[in-house]
């Protein structure tokens, strides 16, 4: 972590997480490596205690990509490469009619490029997770079906061994004339 956030200044300072005035931006990282996946026991509320994908908040002038790997260097200690967007969702916890934390995140599917996991900032513990170990981790249901996305995109496709694995409809789509407008000019 290298210190406290940039927040805009209308806060205090700092961006109220807690009982927030309007919904906080926040991005995930789901890295998939060797068919295991990265997972972290959170640090901090909200789901603290509880084992998620990396991420946090972004960070004011910082694009969604940017603060992916940033936010996954800083809990894991690996450099990622975001690849494709794998999910946008809202986490809202109320309490009573109040809305305690609001946020929307952003999750990418991420490339391990470099380094060793060593959990740092807001993660107590990360670790690689085999597909069949993740329901001894608890994870909400939104967290599974992001995981299980970002495993299926990992996943080579089978490889096809004869003509009879292609498509019956595998035929190239009749070509199209574009339309003319009489007078049109073209």
Not at 120 to 129: F, N, P, S, T
Not at 134 to 147: C, G, I, W
């Amino acid at each position: 972590s290298h210190g406290k956030p940039r927040w805009p200044q209308k806060f205090g300072g700092r961006l109220k997480r807690e009982y927030p005035t309007r919904p906080i931006i926040g991005v995930g990282g789901v890295v998939v490596d060797g068919g295991q996946v990265l997972l972290i026991r959170r640090g901090r509320e909200p789901m603290k205690g509880q084992w998620s994908i990396p991420g946090g908040m972004v960070e004011l002038g910082e694009t969604l990509r940017e603060a992916a790997r940033r936010e996954l260097r800083e809990e894991t200690g690996l450099s990622v490469r975001p690849t494709i967007v794998l999910e946008v969702l809202d986490r809202i916890v109320r309490a009573n009619s109040r809305v305690r934390y609001h946020y929307v995140i952003v999750d990418f599917a991420c490339r391990k490029l470099t380094g060793n996991v060593r959990p740092a900032g807001d993660a107590l513990e990360a670790r690689w997770v085999r597909e069949q170990d993740l329901q001894r981790y608890r994870l909400s249901k939104k967290t599974l079906a992001v995981v299980r996305k970002a495993l299926n995109y990992t996943k080579p496709d089978p490889p096809r061994t004869s003509l009879a694995a292609w498509p019956a409809d595998n035929k190239k789509p009749p070509a199209v004339k574009p339309l003319r407008r009489p007078g049109a000019g073209y």
